[in-house]
């Protein structure tokens, strides 16, 4: 079945350093990969997002890197801040017009000052 | 623009109850679908609805229903509460929109409903 997997599933950094989270994914039908951050008691929000016909994809700090071939995306995140600290999910969808989003279980990152 | 709406923020029910969530999405927005999230289970997709039609669903059992609006809202029920059923119940509206050779998707998550179980 579909299948999102996501690691580590909690991760510190010192702040001003980088964080990586990697997730895989199952279905290689998939092609929209967004990220999501969850700060404690609030919703998920969308950080940033990439489609199959790119390789990367920046937003100022954050960039999100995609291999097709290996079904594998990753979550950079450089000059890390306290206020980055919060739960990031990825998620992997199919472009077919449905909503249907397989989440990975999560990374919960701390950021130490 | 107004955002995703739920209601109930917080629902406490006993088990073998039945409950009702409701969802107003952002104004404009057909698609509602909805996640349960856990903590050990991370977000897990429950349906989607479109134009009152449901167009996907998760594995999870018949207990868990749902129905769409002609004004797109959204209400999901839950019969026969158990106690594995309490959860933050998220649901997130969505546009789709085709530009030229690119799409467009907003996924907007509502705060949520949280229910409990006892």
């Known amino acids: 079945g579909e299948n999102v997997e996501q690691h580590p599933s909690t991760l510190s950094v010192q702040e001003g350093d980088s964080a990586v989270i990697k997730c895989t994914y199952s279905?290689?039908?998939?092609?929209?990969f967004p990220w999501y951050k969850q700060e404690l008691g609030k919703r998920p929000q969308l950080i940033i997002d990439i489609r199959s016909n790119v390789g990367e994809k920046k937003d100022q700090r954050i960039a999100v890197t995609l291999n097709k071939t290996a079904k594998h995306f990753s979550l950079h995140i450089t000059e890390t801040q306290p206020e980055d600290s919060a739960v990031y999910f990825c998620?992997?969808?199919?472009?077919?017009?449905?909503?249907?989003?397989?989440f990975g279980t999560g990374t919960r990152l701390k950021v130490l000052a | 623009k107004a955002g995703v709406t739920q209601t109930p923020r917080y629902l406490i029910k006993t088990r073998g109850q039945q409950v009702t969530l409701s969802c107003s999405p952002i104004?404009?927005?057909?698609?509602v679908s909805w996640y349960q999230q856990t903590p050990g289970q991370g977000l897990q997709f429950l349906f989607e609805y479109f134009s009152e039609t449901q167009r996907n669903k998760g594995n999870f059992p018949g207990r868990f229903s749902g129905r769409q609006f002609s004004n797109s809202r959204s209400e999901m029920n839950v019969s026969t509460l158990e106690l594995g059923d309490s959860a933050l119940y998220l649901c997130a509206s969505s546009f789709y929109l085709r530009q030229g050779q690119s799409l467009n998707y907003g996924y907007t998550f509502g705060s949520g409903t949280r229910l409990t179980v006892v």
């Open positions: 104004s404009g927005h057909r698609s």
């Open positions: 998620a992997a969808s199919r472009d077919s017009g449905t909503y249907k989003y397989i």
């Open positions: 279905d290689s039908a998939s092609n929209y």
